[in-house]
């Protein structure tokens, strides 16, 4: 309940959703104000908030420290994304 108490809370979620799109994607949700171009100005954001998740899933499994950073760099990596 805290969290939802914060302002800003709803704007910041909808800002972490933009930043998890590719940028040449166009977002199906409307409501994802992405430039025509993507979402280049987030990309960054997005980039980190997949290895969090990655590495927090990674430790919730079990794995160590170090194999949580090796998941995140093998996972996370423009390579590893873009791979068809």
């Known amino acids: ?13 909808s800002i972490l959703d933009e ?3 590719a940028d040449s994607v166009e977002p199906a949700n409307l409501a994802i104000n992405a430039k025509k171009y993507g979402n280049k100005r ?7 908030l997949l290895c969090l998740i990655l590495v927090n899933n990674s430790i919730i499994g079990g794995a ?4 949580s950073y090796k998941i995140c760099i093998a996972e996370a990596s423009n390579a590893a994304l873009y791979k068809d």
Request: cysteine-free; glycine content about 12%; hydrophobic content about 60%.
């Open 19 to 21: 930043a998890l799109l």
């Open 42 to 48: 987030l990309a960054l954001i997005g980039d980190a």
């Open 64 to 67: 160590s420290i170090a194999e």
């Open 1 to 13: 309940m805290g969290l939802l108490k914060i302002r800003g809370y709803n704007k910041a979620i």
